[in-house]
């Protein structure tokens, strides 16, 4: 028995069917361009082995261990690390036990397809997972890890993978990085340049980010114009390690403009720690604006990942730390919050800033009227909970009537999840093919246009967009 | 002629089509849990004949009369009973005759498929109504309801019902529930602890309803504990009468976590009438969390029901009194608003707190990430505008990729309209069997799984989320 | 080769799509209805040749040079004219080319088919628009303009259109529908009472407009009361041309209802300029409920487009002035918006309210909702960036189950883009069609019904909406 079924995700009508399939065919062995995401460079830097199953598959996936928290299994029974040292399940056989005896509460996520497609196509398993073949299952994959072509450089090679980019903060030292390089290693990884623990006040540890800041590049943080050549300089040495993108998650899309003066005064506000939360806030707009007027300095591809509220549980916050599952999306305006920065660059025609959105009613309204005009701006792939079959049938239908395709920038797997890597892009390229077949046979595009934008989606817009 | 077509509400791809069928056969005829809705106990208490044929379909139901206003036929034109005492039409055949007239209005609602599913179904009409037959068709039923097997307890046997959740105010006797279980009927039907007149300071009469409410347990609501304590106290008795869940309507869904002096103080301000809106806005917010503590010690699973612009009329509020139509949905925010009461309970692995909405906007972005991770939280099915075809798609489409199925209760009728029950869970039941047909049929789901599924759609989860 | 194919739009699936086939084939040929749109009464008064390909194609046209200027193309370079005097490309051949290199960018948008539609059914052109066959196309459309037969007025016969109308301001001497009238001409042109200029205190020189206002009419706008009778006195001149509609372009749905105590003082406050934000918009709230109550006086429908922010490029805005492409959508609240305004006339019998959106999210949430309960309310069809295959899709799916078809108004073009008018009503027809062709397979509508309300969707409520 097959996990995984050939024509999963097209459509069911069979002339359209046929279409997908032959839109699919195309594009479904293209190189993998991965120009946004959360790999850990140390991985292809050191070349180990992959730790167990269970710590592998379940325990950073966030998809995974909220589901299994939804329905009543604590996130120490998951192995989860706690922040406060209260113990946590150690035993790699015992969580995946777990996780598989739960592995009907994924039906119908795309967690699920991840999943088998994980099992069957990098793990030869054909049985779904089940509290009754759980054992099976994780021997079977722990045996392949420990064999030379599952370490992550032959399993990079073996995805196809052209190039990923991973994200780093601003203070990264980037070794990792240059390791790889050093290495001779002919497989492409890039940084990303992330500095929000340096442009955020809220962050922990702001202010002593600011001065090692200062360290790092030898500018003087304690001034604004100082704080700004800080910037300059770490962008420039993310760019010597690869980095052709800047990434930046705010809680909301809120930009704003100030004359040197004032920006100056609000950076020092910030800076002692007195700011209020609306001037933190509104330092958190200004730096957007800056970081597009550095975009157009340097030519680095701005991504602003909007709207999420940040570690929702506050009692798991203090018991596991951040980033457990409990990230919530938010209501997210666009059309107010992005003004002040398109006002200042939004006609550049050399600059592209991606929007990512949490907030799916913005897509018709805000997200594609914007983009299909303003030249500078683009928008990123569904986000997150919508990185799914229906989250891209979605944004598709909402966004291609108004912004067209080539205000799109193809596909993110945006993942720390290594072996998902080549699902997620599978996925994505079977919704854009079905998606694409639809309009051929209700003709709303020509076949031979069909097969241009299939492969458009899949691989030209990331390269070119990404400037990869 | 047939005035509902075999394959209804089912995909119309051959494969899908037959796929849902198949699935539809399995659950069709399985017995219909009603958790929540609006029937009056006295009906099997009482156990008379029902009115005439406009009275029990017409004139109480909300669905049918706001369509008849909306294209200008008066409230009072259609027998519905005036607040300021000015007349309204009393003749039950002209009330049906001006109703038949208007039948087209409700063409490609689904007011029109649980009419004709009761006409055809209940009452072995086979045309269409109009004003040609309205005499006919009102003949027919007006004869049926004249029949014993036409009664509410032999209907209530009919139509398979397992168990039915009526709801109650606080300070309702429960006559007609201790009648029904003294009467010795093997019917069941419970009663549901829905305590606004006495937890909203905006409801009519609040202050003597708290009054009442002491009078009724004994306890002294002139303290905030005391005023708890009688929770507690009609909690139990509800219990008594079979309840499993407490329902709480509230224009949002704000909670509020209060420190016992605050809490105190500010029901002190609210008793005494003197609280600002937002005092009385977060008195109902303080109370959802204490609701939810009660919930705790008690095990009754919580409803909440958030997001209805009540009465939006002036004028009809004015002549008809309160629920005659003119209800409207607003915008909720759920991630804000429900922080302070999961802070505090939402990690509970006994608690069930079931949560519905009237803005589907906050499907995908903000009920299914948090149900998918907190363990007290499960979404009701689509409530009141959404509980159609198109609606319960948009909430399969928009919920399942992230919170699963299983964090889902099945349906809910939530109506007082009796006949329409067997059509209102028909709808249901094709819709789910369909929604998961397609899953099937595109690869996301195993066909045995989709059988395991369509059961505990249409009664397992209903069951196990109510504690019935 | 065919750039549109014969069943574009319809289902895919063999049953749905034939029936779609069979509704569309009795409604296609059926007159075009425009209750509301933007040609100019100029050309069917004048009957002049239009221009160049260019400069009727593109140049207007604000779907086409936002799409251009999204990738990089000035506007300056498409020869829209500038509003600060800078050069801008006048040659309509380059221009032409600069669309055609650029047509794979209207890939999936309903751009797209309304411009195929116009080239082969209009021009007779059956090749896709290119780089390499730009000229070829410029000259073919340029040839048939030069003939008598695509002169405005046969153009408006060619089309089927029955009745047209336009949108003047309230300042308007409506010479061109005069001199169409004088003409003698068939054609039925009537125009639509557009009062922002004279009712926005933020409209360009809104004083100046006042003063205008109490010239054109002889009424006292220096007082509340004058003002209102000189709109009576507006209404009535555009009555006398034609006009059965009022048309109000506001940021938002805000209505009040004030005394007339505080009108008069509120009027005040703006009319010399020194009102706040607030104070200005609360006075449009209030002028959309004297709107209203006018209506009631002497019958004119009212729309209501509320939702855009206008303008939203500040350097743009500056460089080529208003409406160039930059107006983006706001979310929208309605419910509690039109409260003052419904409280007032909401249950007028004979009062029509026809409300538009941009903001799709209010669809099912609040639109379908009121005009499902207020005699007053219908809902125009779905505006602007909604005008298209999907747009129209969501809004049947999100508004019948509430608000039914018949508090729907068919379909308006609103357009100013001539030869695009039989490609819309074209598509919405076809877009309808494939609706209720859904709807009867899925056991939803009866077919005979389905012929029924196809013929109402495009013909009969448009003239009886707007009392045409």
Same sequence: chains 1, 2, 3.
Avoid at 405 to 416: I, L, P
Wanted: glycine content about 8%; aromatic content about 10%.
């Amino acid at each position: 028995m097959a996990l995984l079924a050939d024509d999963r995700l097209f459509p069911t009508e069979a002339r359209s069917r046929a279409m997908a399939r032959s839109l699919y065919e195309t594009v479904r062995s293209l190189p993998i361009v991965s120009p946004h995401g959360h790999t850990d460079p140390r991985w292809f830097a050191e070349n180990q082995h992959f730790p167990d199953p269970a710590h592998l598959i379940v325990v950073p996936d966030h998809y995974i261990f909220r589901m299994l928290v939804s329905q009543g299994v604590p996130l120490a029974a998951l192995g989860v690390p706690s922040a406060d040292g209260s113990p946590v399940e150690t035993d790699g056989r015992v969580i995946w036990r777990r996780f598989a005896e739960n592995y009907h509460l994924f039906r119908g996520t795309p967690t699920r397809l991840w999943l088998d497609d994980a099992f069957q196509n990098l793990f030869g398993i054909d049985e779904r997972l089940s509290a009754e073949n759980a054992d099976r299952a994780y021997d079977r994959i722990a045996e392949c890890l420990a064999q030379e072509d599952f370490r992550p450089r032959a399993l990079f090679e073996r995805f196809g993978v052209e190039v990923i980019a991973t994200t780093e903060g601003a203070l990264d030292d980037l070794a990792f990085h240059r390791a790889i390089k050093e290495s001779g290693w002919s497989g492409r990884v890039v940084t990303t340049y992330r500095p929000d623990a340096v442009v955020d006040p809220d962050f922990p540890g702001f202010a002593a980010n600011l001065v090692r800041l200062g360290e790092l590049t030898g500018c003087d943080t304690g001034t604004f114009a100082g704080y700004l050549d800080a910037h300059r300089a770490r962008r420039r040495f993310f760019r010597e390690h690869g980095a052709t993108a800047t990434d930046h998650g705010h809680p909301t899309a809120r930009t704003a403009s100030l004359s040197a003066a004032e920006a100056a005064a609000l950076y020092d506000r910030v800076r002692d720690g007195h700011a209020s939360a609306d001037e933190r806030e509104q330092f958190r707009a200004l730096m957007l604006t800056e970081m597009a007027k550095l975009s157009v300095e340097d030519g680095m591809v701005m991504q602003i990942h909007a709207g999420s509220f940040r570690n929702h549980s506050g009692p798991v916050a203090a018991a596991f730390g951040r980033d457990k599952g409990f990230d919530i999306p938010m209501p997210t305006n666009y059309v107010d919050a992005l003004k002040p920065m398109l006002d200042v660059v939004g006609m550049e025609p050399g600059l592209t800033i991606i929007l990512f959105t949490l907030d799916e009613t913005v897509y018709a309204r805000e997200l594609a009227p914007l983009a299909g005009v303003y030249p500078a701006l683009r928008l990123g792939p569904p986000w997150w909970f919508y990185d799914s079959f229906q989250g891209m049938k979605r944004f598709r239908e909402q966004v291609t009537e108004t912004a067209g395709f080539y205000n799109t920038v193809g596909f993110n797997d945006d993942t720390r999840a290594f072996c998902s890597i080549p699902a997620r892009h599978d996925v994505a390229r079977r919704v854009d093919c079905g998606y694409l077949a639809e309009l051929v046979t209700t003709g709303r595009l020509d076949e031979d246009e069909a097969f241009e934008v299939a492969h458009d989606l899949t691989y030209r817009l990331a390269k070119e967009a990404y400037r990869l």
